[in-house]
């Protein structure tokens, strides 16, 4: 019985990477979603968005790279839809290099897909680049850029990541720093978040409101008691709880399939070594008591 | 005197940069104004010395053949060739290098991310016992937040929301605070030039 238990112990890991691999496979073909729990922080988050007034724009700095898009991307677009479903006017941006091309690429898909849906619905209004969003690309070098947009958009970005200066974009006529814009949504896998709290969250009282992967959200938890950051979405439950907030169960809501099967197996390996174990030190403690 | 100057700019630098914070005249404000866009520009420079810095390393490795010097020299073929074809191609929707963006270097560090999942799950596997009480209550709190933010459970999401609001804030604030007391320290020492190893040496 014990060798059994000592082979178990051993087993080829290779076996657990198949059983991850299966889980996440399957449950990312089947089509089946997961109701989540929403908790305070992402609560939060939701209602500072939902409160920006047309007349204030939304600054979304989506400083992520390709390595935690998984993660992230659920909560830009949610960001994006819930902004744009509201008619609130978005200021994209992005303080990592490799943050301009997905930002990018998200606020044009974000919007065609808001302006097909307000087809299908027979609305008139549509999203319209430089009207209801503008991007102004990446600018290096995170503390100045955040300190510089405080004082004067434009002597940070005079022209957008287009090439056209911010005084010809309507939506940019009265923009002109933090006292012009409703909060800030800073989404990303770095310590940016940080960044935007103290450069621009304390001296120019704006809300930043943030989204980051699961494995950094436990380090913002004080940070939204204190009420320094106005919300948290934290990795992929954080942006599912925010899907099911806007009504909108995207990339997230299947994710979170996928992330219970891989956490369910992870805690089933986890107590059946532990069970091995035990069971392998009591015998060897036994065996010794014998002798 | 080699000495003397940066230290005299950086005690004005970094006095005027605090007091200004407080300091609402309009032409302190406009030198700070000036300040800002200076770091911005410093802030640009530190990308070519990131170049310089990358190419030399790489460079050297590949010069003196070290072991897996193929990969120094793919790193620097891959930075040459996407920087050429960046400047002379655009960087628009539709060009080159857009194109090896999306679909060469999102995939490729998207892989190695998802990567993590099989390992964490044959680490945690082999690595995690309660071998000691400490042991036992890291394991614990891990199982609950792990099955707390996958499962629809009340009782259990508000466990993991506890353990994430409560114990884990507890630390977590304490490092902060005692990493921001660090900053102004260092700070303070460089400022008021006792910290000068920034000179080179010493």
């Not at chain 1, 909560?75 to 509201?86: Q, S």
């Not at chain 1, 957008?160 to 896998?189: E, R």
């Not at chain 1, 380090?219 to 806007?246: C, D, F, H, P, S």
């Not at chain 2, 190695?112 to 036992?136: C, H, P």
Request: hydrophobic share 50%; glycine share 8%.
């Amino acid at each position: 019985m014990s060798s059994f238990f000592e082979k178990f112990l051993k087993i080829d890991r290779r076996w657990i990477f198949l059983a991850v691999g299966l889980a996440v496979i399957i449950a990312l073909v089947a089509p089946c979603q997961m109701s989540t729990t929403i908790t305070p922080p992402v609560q939060i988050f939701h209602d500072v968005v939902a409160a920006a007034t047309p007349d204030k724009p939304l600054i979304v700095s989506m400083d992520v790279g390709p390595s935690t898009l998984p993660e992230l991307e659920p909560m830009i677009k949610a960001t994006l839809r819930h902004a744009f479903a509201n008619n609130i006017k978005v200021i994209g941006l992005s303080l990592l290099i490799t943050g301009p091309s997905i930002g990018e690429r998200l606020l044009v898909d974000t919007a065609a897909e808001v302006n097909a849906e307000l087809e299908a619905a027979g609305e008139a209004r549509r999203i319209v680049q430089g009207e209801d969003w503008v991007f102004l690309g990446y600018k290096p070098g995170v503390t100045p850029v955040i300190l510089g947009m405080g004082e004067e958009i434009r002597n940070t970005f005079p022209v957008d990541y287009y090439g056209t200066y911010l005084d010809d974009l309507p939506m940019m006529q009265n923009v002109h720093n933090y006292d012009d814009m409703s909060s800030v949504v800073t989404i990303s896998g770095t310590a940016i978040p940080e960044s935007w709290v103290a450069f621009a969250g304390a001296p120019y009282d704006i809300p930043v409101s943030v989204g980051v992967t699961a494995v950094s959200a436990s380090n913002y938890y004080t940070y939204v008691q204190t009420g320094q950051m106005a919300g948290l979405l934290g990795g992929l439950k954080g942006a599912a709880e925010y899907e099911r907030l806007i009504n909108y169960p995207g990339m997230a809501s299947k994710g979170m399939v996928a992330q219970f099967w891989v956490h369910i197996i992870i805690v089933f390996f986890i107590v059946l070594g532990n069970t091995a174990f035990f069971i392998i030190r009591a015998q060897k403690k036994r065996q010794t008591d014998k002798k | 005197m080699r000495r003397q100057i940066p230290l005299a700019i950086a005690l004005v630098a970094g006095l005027f940069g605090a007091l200004s914070y407080f300091i609402q005249d309009p032409t302190v404000q406009d030198i700070r104004e000036q300040l800002l866009a200076w770091l911005r520009l410093i802030g640009a420079f530190a990308i070519g010395i990131g170049i310089v810095s990358f190419l030399r390393n790489h460079g050297k490795k590949v010069t003196r053949q070290v072991s897996g010097w193929a990969f120094n020299a793919v790193a620097i073929a891959s930075f040459v060739a996407m920087t050429t074809i960046g400047l002379f191609g655009g960087i628009g929707d539709s060009s080159l290098f857009r194109k090896m963006f999306d679909f060469g270097q999102v995939p490729m560090e998207a892989t190695m991310f998802s990567l993590l999942a099989f390992f964490i799950a044959s680490a945690a596997f082999r690595a995690f016992r309660a071998r000691t009480k400490e042991a036992t209550l890291l394991l614990l709190a891990a199982v609950v937040v792990m099955l707390g933010r996958v499962a629809n459970i009340d009782w259990l999401s508000q466990a993991t929301e506890w353990i994430l609001a409560v114990p884990n804030t507890a630390a977590a604030r304490g490092i902060t605070i005692g990493v921001g007391l660090g900053i102004v320290a260092t700070a303070l020492k460089i400022v008021l030039g006792i910290e000068r190893s920034y000179l080179g040496g010493e």
